[in-house]
């Protein structure tokens, strides 16, 4: 069954650390997505792509980056960790039709301490 | 600037109950609605799909109806069972296959 991973799972971390989580979805999506999750704020879009080569900005992008080399795989990384950015992380695919319906990953859990 | 509105944030009712899930939006101009379902510490799982030219959608005991004119839609729950407690999120896409979600209706069924 296809399917969206992500690892790890769970990821402590110092202030100041580059830190990669990882994204690999086996649907042949086009469309991949960063969201964060926190209290109060619901979910937030950080990156998306809509295909490989491509990369964009969402919300709250600053402090991260992603790049799409490939179909199935897309990476986030934080460039040099804050504690601002603790917190669950979502990775989601999509097709680009019929209704563009989202699937999404486990999720990560980070803490930068 | 597109924003997502579920009301209440939290809600609880004893088991068997019919109960109705409201998400509102601002800009009526959206491609399609999904509702999640999102139990804790887990992801979201996809509940029900509505494009824009559909009124409702229906899996089982779950029933999503969407009106674009008045910037609202209801996840009808027939005969809750406390497996159905969990938080529940809506979220909507322009067109640009971006979604906007809200912060979700937390449910507990009471046994």
């Known amino acids: 069954d296809a399917e969206i991973t992500q690892s790890p799972r769970h990821k402590i971390t110092e202030t100041g650390r580059q830190v990669t989580l990882a994204c690999h979805q086996t649907?042949?999506?086009?469309?991949m997505f960063w969201y964060r999750q926190d209290l109060g704020h619901g979910l937030r879009l950080i990156h998306y792509?809509?295909?490989?080569?491509?990369?964009n900005k969402g919300e709250v992008s600053d402090g991260y980056s992603v790049s799409r080399s490939n179909t199935e795989d897309l990476p986030l990384t934080l460039e040099s960790a804050a504690s601002s950015q603790t917190s669950v992380y979502f990775c989601?695919?999509?097709?680009?039709?019929?209704?563009?319906?989202?699937?999404f990953g486990p999720g990560t859990r980070l803490t930068v301490t | 600037k597109q924003e997502v509105t579920q009301i209440p944030a939290a809600l609880s009712v004893p088991e068997g109950e019919n109960l109705v899930l409201n998400c509102s939006f601002t800009?009526?101009?959206?491609?399609?609605l999904q509702w999640f379902r999102q139990d804790p510490g887990k992801g979201l799982t996809s509940l029900l799909l509505?494009?824009?030219?559909?009124r409702e959608q229906t899996s089982g005991r779950l029933n999503a109806s969407l009106d674009k004119s008045s910037g609202r839609s209801t996840l009808y729950i027939a005969a809750s069972q406390p497996g159905d407690s969990a938080t529940y999120l809506c979220?909507?896409?322009?067109?640009?296959?971006?979604?906007?979600f809200g912060t979700g209706t937390r449910l507990k069924v009471l046994a």
């Open positions: 649907w042949n999506h086009n469309n």
């Open positions: 509505i494009q824009s030219s559909q």
């Open positions: 792509s809509y295909g490989v080569h491509d990369t």
């Open positions: 989601a695919s999509s097709d680009a039709s019929p209704g563009y319906e989202q699937y």
């Open positions: 979220a909507v896409t322009e067109g640009t296959y971006k979604y906007i």
């Open positions: 800009d009526s101009a959206i491609y399609n």
